[in-house]
């Protein structure tokens, strides 16, 4: 499976973002797909993540500012992120662990900037 974020960029703070990730590939492979980040300095984190019907899971740090959905046609992805904070500022990876066996496959990840 092939994980492609895009969407990053630098907004201002209290701005919007969009992050997508596309996944191609074995997909059949994938059911849960979900958004890390990792901040200069810091360990990578749970951001949010969503299984294939929709069940969402998020962190305390960006409940009710950041929705996370996916297009299962398109096999997709996406992070809707709003009310942005400079502590938001990170580069952002795709996952999706594999349900065939051990591991998890990552994207390449996207830098989202956010100034204040």
């Known amino acids: 499976v092939q994980l492609v974020e895009s969407g990053g960029g630098v907004v201002q703070a209290g701005g919007p973002l969009r992050l997508s990730c596309s996944a191609s590939?074995?997909?059949?492979?994938?059911?849960?797909m979900g958004w890390y980040r990792q901040a200069p300095g810091k360990q990578r984190e749970l951001v949010a993540t969503?299984?294939?019907?929709?069940?969402?899971n998020y962190a305390d740090s960006v409940k009710g500012r950041f929705t996370i959905s996916r297009r299962n046609v398109k096999n997709t992805v996406y992070l809707q992120m709003n009310s942005l904070k400079a502590e938001d500022t990170a580069v952002y990876y795709c996952?999706?662990?594999?349900?065939?066996?051990?591991?998890?496959?990552w994207g390449q990840g996207t830098q989202v900037t956010v100034s204040s």
């Open positions: 590939g074995s997909i059949f492979t994938i059911n849960a």
């Open positions: 969503i299984t294939r019907v929709g069940s969402t």
């Open positions: 996952n999706a662990p594999r349900t065939t066996g051990p591991g998890i496959y």
